[in-house]
């Protein structure tokens, strides 16, 4: 049971490229969330998703794409990276009507 | 002020201490609570959920006082692989995202 993976687990880009940080789930969780990690404030949402095809944005979603095409995936796009999104990014997901969540293992992505 | 207010310590205790973490959160209507732990530089893991009524996990007691908006962890016989940071985490209700307190950094040592 491979539960929620996340892909790469590091990635190093330069100022200004476009990055995707892919998410995919196998239990058919509804909801599918992305958070960024950073020292000093903790774990903050980018972006949610409630199934496929509806995504709301986040606490910091500024320059941040999010699709969901398909219910097991929720990948994340950088448009043009920044040193500032050098960051821990961790995707979640929870069951309709459920309210926990369960983590991917992270992307550590540091942008020079 | 963020929603979700956690001391950050951090607690140091030796193995076989008593700890306890507490927790405050300023929206009443927040729905559900939880306690996640986070071990360096891996995902947080879901230890245990939090009700009105108390609830216990082994060497974990977890409590919730909806009037005060105060939730509070205790860890019992500390052992050296609970060293961790502790997240309180509420949600407004199931399926919308969970929102976390900065964490609370335990190390227990022997």
């Known amino acids: 049971d491979a539960g929620i993976t996340q892909s790469p687990r590091y990635k190093i880009t330069e100022t200004g490229r476009q990055v995707t940080l892919m998410c995919h789930q196998t239990?058919?969780?509804?909801?599918m969330f992305w958070y960024r990690q950073d020292l000093g404030h903790g774990l903050r949402l980018i972006y949610y998703?409630?199934?496929?095809?509806?995504?709301d944005k986040g606490e910091v979603p500024d320059g941040y794409v999010v699709s969901r095409s398909k219910t097991e995936n929720f990948p994340l796009t950088l448009e043009s990276a920044t040193r500032s999104q050098t960051s821990v990014y961790f995707c979640?997901?929870?069951?309709?009507?459920?309210?926990?969540?369960?983590f991917g293992q992270g992307t550590r992505l540091t942008v020079v | 002020r963020k929603e979700v207010e956690q001391d950050p310590g951090p607690f140091n205790v030796p193995e076989g201490a008593t700890v306890a973490f507490n927790c405050t959160y300023s929206n009443s209507a927040s729905q559900s609570f939880f306690w996640y732990r986070q071990d360096c530089r891996k995902e947080p893991k879901l230890l245990m959920s939090v009700y009105s009524s108390g609830n216990e996990d082994g060497r974990f007691t977890a409590q919730l006082n909806r009037a005060s908006q105060y939730i509070s962890l205790l860890i019992r016989d500390s052992k050296l692989s609970d060293s961790a940071t502790y997240l309180c985490v509420v949600t407004h209700q199931a399926g919308t995202a969970l929102i976390f307190g900065k964490g609370t950094t335990l190390s227990v040592s022997s």
């Open positions: 979640a997901s929870s069951e309709q009507g459920r309210p926990e969540a369960f």
């Open positions: 239990w058919s969780h509804s909801y």
């Open positions: 998703s409630a199934a496929a095809d509806i995504t």
